[in-house]
């Protein structure tokens, strides 16, 4: 069994066309994931496609209307192994209209790769992921300048995408000397295993390399039990399976858990992970789960799990410190903008701006400021026009960070402060 090897989920994030899922592809073929005879197959059709290039990326974007448009939209899961751990890849999606899925993808992940494309430099996307993979807690990052062919390899400009990128971490507060930098070129697989002779000049680890160098992250075990599902399947013959990643805890095989909202409970039959049955699931392990006395309508992505005798917080209000990063005009009471936190969607409106913060030593500027507008940081009230598990950000730090987006963007992001339980008969 290969489970003895430390787990870590590892996002890959970073602007349209610059090359995620090729990276990810890459990786999976070099770990042995995937069998040179399926990558050779995608090749023949991505080719009689007139879309050669595209042939890993097609190992992970296997949804029909994805081949078809050439983009990422699902989050696909998928494993492959280095010498030292077991990763779960979380593919995110670059294009605008799935961001969304992006940050379901990236509030799972321990650690994440930004892949930067040399040609194009620093992009909307990027910046916009940078700031999201900050907010959602990913502490270890590695930057992969990618297509770097496409750029004859040339150390200058590889010098220079590090240095806008770098200048880009410091706007979110990240130190780009903790930040590894690498060049590749995920096409023609250089820098992914070895050290490439194309670019003498780099004289850092291989991408292999650098994902053996990550830290696994501690493992909440002692906490409550917390698992937001991000689906629930109906198989016929076990019965319903929610699906999600255990951030907090641990499930066991005859635990009698809650769902919230949805205020369901019932009795856990079996756990499986990668296509096994475990006995138990631990904080970071991507999970189905069969329960007993759960219907296929009684829970539903945005769903929190935990254990029946200590159930997630559903919220009637909460309070919450936030960066506004973008907005067209001011943000004022009233203004109900939606909410993405853990898996959950949720409108939530703004019932009161607290106070106003400096954003660099976090000292108040202003009580009651009457609105709020982009790089402001500020302390808020919302209510959620729908029920909504959200915990403190202190004691489930998965559970309360979250991005707010509206009109196709990300307003801002922030952290919740303190949930007023809404009571549930």
Not at 69 to 90: L, P
Not at 122 to 139: A, D, P, R, Y
Not at 302 to 312: I, T
Not at 326 to 336: L, N
């Amino acid at each position: 069994m290969a489970t003895e090897k430390p787990h870590i989920n590892l996002a890959v994030i970073g602007h349209i066309d610059h090359g995620k899922s090729t990276t990810v592809g890459r990786l999976m073929y070099e770990a042995g994931a995937v069998p040179a005879h399926i990558v050779e197959q995608y090749k023949k059709e991505a080719e009689s496609k007139g879309k050669g290039s595209f042939a890993f990326a097609w190992v992970m974007d296997s949804l029909k209307e994805e081949r078809e448009r050439g983009i990422t939209i699902d989050i696909a899961h998928k494993r492959f192994d280095t010498d030292k751990y077991y990763f779960t890849v979380v593919d995110c999606p670059g294009h605008r209209d799935f961001v969304k899925n992006m940050i379901t993808g990236a509030s799972q992940a321990d650690a994440a790769v930004i892949v930067v494309a040399a040609p194009d430099g620093v992009m909307e996307q990027t910046k916009e992921h940078v700031f999201l993979s900050k907010t959602l807690g990913i502490k270890q990052l590695i930057v992969a300048v990618n297509k770097m062919d496409a750029s004859n390899y040339d150390e200058a400009r590889f010098n220079q995408v590090k240095t806008d990128v770098g200048n880009l971490l410091k706007m979110v507060g990240t130190n780009p000397d903790s930040v590894k930098f690498i060049p590749i070129s995920a096409f023609e697989g250089d820098n992914i295993t070895k050290n490439s002779d194309k670019m003498p000049w780099y004289k850092g680890k291989s991408l292999f390399g650098l994902l053996d160098e990550l830290e696994v992250p501690d493992k909440p075990t002692e906490k409550p039990l917390r698992v937001p599902i991000q689906d629930a399947y109906s198989i016929s013959g076990i019965g319903t399976v929610p699906v999600g990643r255990v951030e907090t805890g641990i499930l066991k095989k005859g635990m009698n858990v809650t769902f919230m909202p949805a205020n369901k409970t019932g009795e856990c039959k079996s756990i499986e992970m990668h296509h096994e049955e475990i006995p138990q699931a631990l904080p970071g392990d991507n999970i189905g789960f069969n329960v007993r006395g759960i219907g296929k309508d009684d829970v539903r992505r945005g769903d929190v799990c935990g254990a029946a005798d200590n159930p997630p917080a559903v919220a009637e209000e909460f309070s919450a410190q936030i960066v506004v990063l973008q907005h067209p005009s001011a943000i004022t009471i009233g203004y109900t903008p939606v909410f993405h936190c853990h898996t959950a969607q949720t409108a939530c409106t703004f019932t009161e701006l607290v106070k106003k913060l400096d954003p660099r030593t976090g000292q108040t500027l202003e009580e009651n400021p009457t609105f709020l507008k982009a790089g402001d940081a500020a302390i808020i009230k919302c209510h959620p026009t729908k029920p909504l598990c959200i915990e403190s950000a202190k004691e489930f730090p998965q559970l309360g960070r979250f991005a707010i987006r509206d009109m196709g963007q990300t307003i801002a992001a922030g952290m919740c402060i303190e949930v007023a339980r809404k009571q549930m008969r």
